[in-house]
């Protein structure tokens, strides 16, 4: 049973930047693809953007050329490094692991799921 843990949410300024982390404990990353969605309130969880294992991201629209994914496969860490943060960014930001090895955007995708860290940005 693989359990996910993200890590690294906390308050910025817009424009600022922030680094949030996943750890897989009690399996692997495997091959499969990791994700990042997010979820403010009112709204329906949202695909953020994922990583295949070589390396090959695809990002949402909204957060292209802001943010990055990276996934370090030897220590089974995904990380997300938002820049230029904006206040419709907040979002509680969760980690996902797929059940397959392409990024697909459906939450149902997904088969793992972190408990969630806060992202609040400030204007």
């Known amino acids: 049973q693989v359990q996910l843990e993200e890590s690294g949410g906390g308050l910025v300024q817009a424009g600022e930047s922030l680094r949030v982390s996943c750890v897989a404990a009690?399996?692997?990353?495997?091959?499969?693809?990791l994700s990042w969605f997010r979820q403010a309130p009112g709204k329906e969880r949202e695909f953020v953007g994922g990583?295949?294992?070589?390396?090959?991201?695809l990002y949402a629209d909204s957060v292209k050329s802001r943010f990055t994914i990276s996934r370090d496969n030897g220590k089974n860490i995904l990380y997300l490094l938002m820049n230029s943060l904006k206040p419709e960014d907040t979002a509680v930001y969760y980690c996902?692991?797929?059940?397959?090895?392409?990024?697909?955007?459906?939450?149902?995708?997904?088969?793992?799921w972190g408990r969630g860290t806060q992202v609040t940005v400030s204007s």
């Open positions: 009690g399996g692997t990353f495997d091959h499969y693809a």
């Open positions: 996902a692991r797929s059940r397959a090895f392409p990024v697909t955007v459906r939450p149902a995708d997904y088969s793992y």
């Open positions: 990583i295949k294992w070589d390396g090959y991201t």
